[in-house]
């Protein structure tokens, strides 16, 4: 096991400084027993049970804001949360905002300062926990966790960087992630078209040249047989996570929740060195050629998935088969292709503590105490494996002890109706036992191919102090947009090469060399 700060890499979607105002709350508790179903209620402070169930004795009712993926149902519809009112006597109502725009909205709640009483699958960044934590707006939880979270705690202690890597300098926990102990479900796999390689007499790429001659092969060669040109060769997710997934074939790491190598323990922000022009002057290769989407800037994530599911994509990029279980018997996993200088790593991976910031309570909650033993059931064996399956019996069963969705179930149309998992980023723990969905043999297969390109040490993103934090902030608002609008234009062809000293520069100019400081700061404090 690696002590090692660890959290989710940091989003790119920076919350806008705010002057703010508010107060924090912790609690005083003190009975530390592990919750279950059948133990008998014991009451702590507050009317709120320190074990078992109910939690309350009297019914309250608690708003949470959260994100909802283009593939899910109605948070009020899911099993999960109508068994759970019944079993907690806690009744949450949703605040359902999409995936796309997500942040933005998630950023204005805070902004006018109008609160839910938690924050649900909230993906908070370190920066945006640290500020809405310092601004009062979040309540410091480290107390609650001792005292009311007794499964959340049991994994922190097995695992200390769970907590190291969301714990500020000052001491105080303001966000629980998701913690995923299952390697398979902190990684995309690389998916190939097995069919169509075999139609077209085609070997499994080794090398991001034989990668490009296959998505010609693709691109001319009709494999899927229709007559028409409508395959895509290559997709992913919008915007420039195509960069994230093929970093590694260019020698550039994601280390500390950005994009970061670690060499002989010195920290290189990479993204105006010649190694990231030669994989952005590849991406654009493909573009240009229309062997990469041309709808990669702007098609939404239901797209995406859609492609997955339609039999058209070549190569793509996804933690799991889910969209294309129909048709999965199509494709197969393959190890990251080597880049021009041999580079072969798998940078996109995630630490334990995968999803940092799933879950906040904010200032305005009355019942805190309530809200962190409410939200501690989903990191238990039990709590996971509703949250992820729903009913025994009607939406799955067990063999061997762990639980299968039903035929009925199992099918990707139906399965992300009845569970919030589905789409990422839910707080809840990700373990062996309840990940046969995500986790089948041909995923498990796919992550065979990338487990020995794998990062040895995966750092997660630092959580700095107030100051620091602010001022990583209003640099990473300018670099990072610039980053990405650069890039984008690269890739896309609308900017030229012949501007690289150009685009150097004025990362340069807008304090790149600084940034990079205070994340060697943030690492040397980590080593030591």
């Known amino acids: ?38 133990a008998s209620s014991s009451q702590a402070s507050g009317g709120v049970s320190a074990s078992g169930f109910p939690i309350v004795a009297e019914p309250i009712k608690l708003k949470m804001f959260t994100r909802i993926a ?29 995936t796309d725009g997500f942040a933005e909205k998630k950023n204005l709640l805070f ?138 074939s260019f020698g550039l790491d994601q280390q500390l929740g950005y994009n970061i190598n670690i060499d002989n323990d010195q920290v290189q922000i990479w993204m105006g060195n010649e190694r990231n022009k030669e994989m952005l002057v590849y991406l654009n290769k493909l573009y240009k050629e229309k062997l990469l989407d041309p709808e990669l800037f702007a098609h939404k994530e239901a797209d995406f998935l859609a492609k997955q599911g339609s039999g058209k994509a070549g190569f793509f990029f996804d933690q ?9 018997d199509q494709y197969t996993g393959i190890a990251p292709p080597a880049g021009p200088q041999g580079d072969r790593l798998q940078a996109q991976t995630a630490p334990i503590a995968r999803d940092f910031g799933a879950f906040a309570i904010t200032n305005v909650n009355k019942y805190p105490e309530a809200t962190m033993r409410w939200i501690d059931y989903f990191y238990s064996d039990e709590g996971s494996t509703l949250l992820r399956f729903g009913r025994e019996g009607e939406h799955y069963v067990k063999k061997d002890g762990i639980p299968y969705y039903t035929e009925e179930y199992a099918k990707a149309e139906n399965q992300p109706k009845i569970t919030p998992y589905a789409g990422g980023g839910a707080p809840h723990l990700i373990s062996d036992l309840v990940a046969s969905y995500i986790n089948p043999p041909q995923v498990q297969e796919a992550q065979k191919q990338l487990d020995p390109y794998m990062p040895k040490v995966k750092y997660g993103a630092p959580m700095f102090d107030e100051e620091t934090a602010q001022r990583v902030n209003i640099l990473r608002n300018d670099i990072d947009k610039y980053y ?36 060697q700061d943030a690492y040397d404090k980590v080593k030591s």
Not at 70 to 98: C, H, L, R, T
């Open 320 to 328: 799991t088969n889910n969209n294309f279980l129909p048709i999965q």
């Open 1 to 38: 096991m690696r002590k090692h700060w660890k959290s989710s890499a940091v989003s790119l979607a920076i919350a806008t400084s705010l002057a703010l105002t508010g107060c924090s709350s912790g609690s005083d508790a003190k009975n530390k027993e592990t919750a279950s179903p059948s």
């Open 70 to 98: 283009p593939v899910n149902g109605p948070f009020k519809d899911m099993p999960v949360f109508q068994d759970y009112e019944k079993m907690s006597n806690i009744q949450v109502e949703f605040i359902e905002a999409p």
């Open 111 to 248: 902004a006018s300062n109008e609160l839910p009483d938690a924050i649900y699958r909230s993906g908070l960044t370190p920066l945006e926990a640290t500020r809405y934590g310092s601004a009062g707006q979040l309540i410091p939880l480290e107390g609650l966790v001792d005292e009311y979270a007794p499964n959340l705690k049991a994994l922190m202690d097995e695992y200390p960087e769970i907590r190291a890597g969301i714990t500020t300098p000052e001491g105080h926990i303001y966000a629980i992630p998701g913690i995923v102990t299952l390697a398979a479900a902190r990684t995309d796999k690389k998916w190939i078209n097995q069919a169509w390689l075999e139609k077209l007499n085609l070997k499994t790429p080794e090398t991001t040249e034989e990668l490009y001659e296959t998505l010609i092969a693709f691109r001319d060669g009709d494999p899927n047989g229709n007559g028409q040109k409508d395959e895509i060769p290559m997709t992913a997710r919008a915007g420039l996570v195509v960069v994230t997934m093929m970093s590694g």
């Open 484 to 519: 990405e609008e650069q890039s984008t234009k690269f890739i896309a062809g609308a900017l030229s090469f012949d501007k690289w000293e150009e685009f150097q520069s004025t990362l340069n100019k807008m304090g790149i060399e600084e940034l990079q400081q205070l994340y």
